[in-house]
């Protein structure tokens, strides 16, 4: 007990004499920094698109597209407040720009979940379930038809609508303007599925797309101006080792120009500081905070995997720590595959399905694949896993815990 209390007395005192923060709060997510470098481009066109709604007339609707970190999501947040801040009020209509994140847990799980949160957001009401679909859309209708006024209607990570729902709720968004008297409603959809709008039925297409904007990937310059004036309002002064910032920014550069992962990085560079009670962020801490962040990716890929997946990554860990040195084969995986299945009265798929999977676990770079051919035309796979034995630890627990409850 002494000893604990000791140690308790370590992590809160180096806790207090937190030397290395100023303010964690620019840190978080929805922190709206007041400069946003290097998107000045895509702030004027998205400003400019939608500025006619400062007049009274519905813009064209407007597709935002880039991949994940690009600032798409800053971007709009701050031409909306700006469009607000400008909105006169004398006019004899009402500007209304609300922004929905379709991603949040439950909104677009169906049709009737993401109407009714639309309904909330504009004020209206309806029970949480049981009323007929087209009676929801009817109330939704009404709801933003009540009044003169001029909607912008925001809905971020839209290709999350289509993935639990259908195009049908994308369709009937699109098709809703012609039943409106009172009001006009303008869409901005947002996504990081690059090809999110080739997916989708061709008449959603070009009605959301009717305006276009792509966010590039930051480079390795760019984000280093980012994580500079971010670094300035969170760190105290003199605490970033010389080459820390240029380091995340080429890490997170060769992440496709990921802005989060590069604040990530940062932040977390900072934690991993703090806690080994030292007044400098040093490069080393960098490369752990990498380590960190690329451990937690896979293995929250792999706890949101099915069953069926974990079960052929469990094969070829055991196989691969029966025989270290050695390269294990696709057949020698579907056998064990099927053992582990029948243990644990499991459907058994097809040699060719776990063949796909192995294939996915290549990309994401679990395992990495050697094709050596085998003379006349016949071709194997040779299998290794490309993990740290501490996420290789981690993975057969979370496979464990998985198989045995539930
Ligand atoms: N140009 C920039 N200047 C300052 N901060 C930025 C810039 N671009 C992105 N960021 C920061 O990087 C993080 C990610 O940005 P944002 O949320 O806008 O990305 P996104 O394109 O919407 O990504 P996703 O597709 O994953 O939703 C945020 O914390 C944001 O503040
Ligand atoms: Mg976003």
Redesign the pocket.
């Known amino acids: 007990m002494v000893e604990l209390n000791k140690e308790l007395d370590k992590i809160f005192q180096s806790f207090n004499n937190n030397s290395i923060f100023k303010d964690k709060s620019p ?1 978080q ?1 929805s ?3 007041e ?5 000045s481009e895509q702030i004027t066109q998205v400003a400019s698109i939608l500025a006619p709604v400062l007049r009274g007339e519905k813009p064209s609707n407007l597709f935002l597209y ?10 709009i ?1 701050y031409v909306k407040n700006e469009l607000l801040k400008r909105a006169d009020k004398s006019l004899n209509f009402k500007l209304r720009i609300e922004y929905l994140n379709c991603k949040l847990k439950k909104v677009s799980d169906t049709e009737y979940r993401i109407l009714a949160e639309l309904i909330k957001k504009f004020g209206g009401e309806i029970p949480s379930t049981g009323l007929p679909t087209q009676l929801v859309y009817d109330k939704f209708i009404e709801t933003i038809d009540s009044e003169k006024q001029l909607i912008i209607l925001i809905l ?2 839209i290709d999350q609508t289509t993935k639990k729902i259908s195009d049908d709720f994308l369709y009937n968004l699109t098709r809703l303007s012609s039943e409106l008297t009172q009001s006009k409603l303008a869409l901005v959809g ?3 599925n690059l090809t999110f709008l080739d997916e989708i039925d061709p008449r959603v297409k070009s009605s959301l797309s009717e305006e276009e904007i792509v ?1 590039p990937p ?1 480079n390795a310059l ?1 984000l280093q ?2 994580l500079t ?2 670094a300035k309002e969170v760190f105290k002064e003199g605490v970033l080792e010389e080459g820390v910032i240029a380091k995340c920014a080429a890490f997170a550069a060769r992440e496709h120009g ?3 992962r ?2 990530d990085l940062l932040r977390i560079a900072g934690e991993l500081a703090e806690r080994d009670n030292s007044n400098k962020i040093k490069m080393k801490y960098i490369d752990e905070a990498n380590e960190k962040i690329e451990r937690d990716k896979i293995l929250d890929i792999i706890k949101s995997e099915p069953k069926q997946f974990q079960l052929v990554l469990s094969s070829i860990i055991s196989l691969s720590q029966k025989n270290p040195k050695e390269h294990i084969f696709t057949g020698e995986i579907y056998n064990h595959y099927r053992d582990l299945c029948i243990k644990n009265k499991l459907e058994i798929l097809t040699q060719r399905r776990i063949s796909d999977i192995i294939q996915e676990f290549d990309m994401l770079g679990i395992i990495t694949v050697n094709v050596i051919s085998k003379g006349r035309g016949g071709r194997m796979r040779e299998i290794k896993l490309a993990i740290t034995n501490d996420i290789i630890e981690k993975a057969k627990e979370i496979i464990q815990n998985s198989i045995t409850y539930d």
């Open positions: 840190l997510n922190y709206q920094p400069d946003i470098p290097h998107r880039g991949k994940t970190g690009t600032g798409k999501t800053l971007t947040q971020d990570e947002i996504s990081n966010f930051y760019q101006d980012i004036k971010r990921d802005a989060r590069a604040l």
